[in-house]
């Protein structure tokens, strides 16, 4: 007759409801409304337009308002680094930069990300880099909301609105 042996835990039951209480504390701190570098409902309405390099490029002409940069490694939120910022895509293919004291001409086009991974906004002089810091990464696009996701670039992802 096989009998199986009870063995008393070596942790103290407060101890075993202390670990549950942080687990469950961490799991209620990681939704998806409380991580600011939660992307998941933005790209989902950004892939659910199926904007191909012409539809977003006419998308884009228009003035947009630098809001926020996002450093996902701190998760820290940045409202000083571009303050007062806006960026303009014009329908020619010039890119205004303006600033509290000063414009800046550029010109910008959409450059294909390797993998299928979108699109980027490019200065067709220096094709690796965007018109200004703040456009690096996938261009990704929602409603009124422009999000230059360069964290995987230069670590910072950048918020933009329509003007």
Same mark, same amino acid.
């Given at each position: ?14 101890? %075993? ?19 600011? !570098? ?6 989902? !309405? ?43 895509? *014009?329908?020619?293919?010039?890119? *205004? ?14 450059? %294909? ?8 906004? %490019? ?24 999000? !230059? ?12 609105? %329509?003007?």
């Amino acid at each position: 007759m096989n009998r199986s042996i009870l063995v008393k835990s070596p942790i103290p039951f407060l101890t %075993r409801a202390a670990v549950i209480c942080i687990l469950l504390t961490q799991f209620w701190n990681c939704r998806e409304e409380d991580n600011i !570098c939660n992307y998941t409902s933005f790209f989902q !309405c950004y892939y659910a337009q199926s904007l191909d390099s012409a539809k977003l490029a006419s998308v884009l002409i228009g003035q947009w308002q630098w809001e926020y940069a996002v450093v996902c490694t701190a998760e820290k939120k940045d409202s000083e680094a571009y303050i007062g910022t806006s960026i303009e895509f *014009l329908s020619d293919g010039t890119c *205004l930069v303006h600033r509290s004291q000063s414009t800046s001409t550029f010109k910008w086009i959409l450059h %294909r990300l390797p993998a299928n991974q979108g699109f980027a906004i %490019r200065d067709p002089a220096r094709p690796v880099f965007p018109p200004h810091d703040s456009l690096w990464g996938q261009a990704v696009l929602c409603g009124d909301t422009l999000l !230059c996701n360069g964290g995987a670039t230069d670590g910072t992802d950048n918020i933009f609105t %329509r003007k």
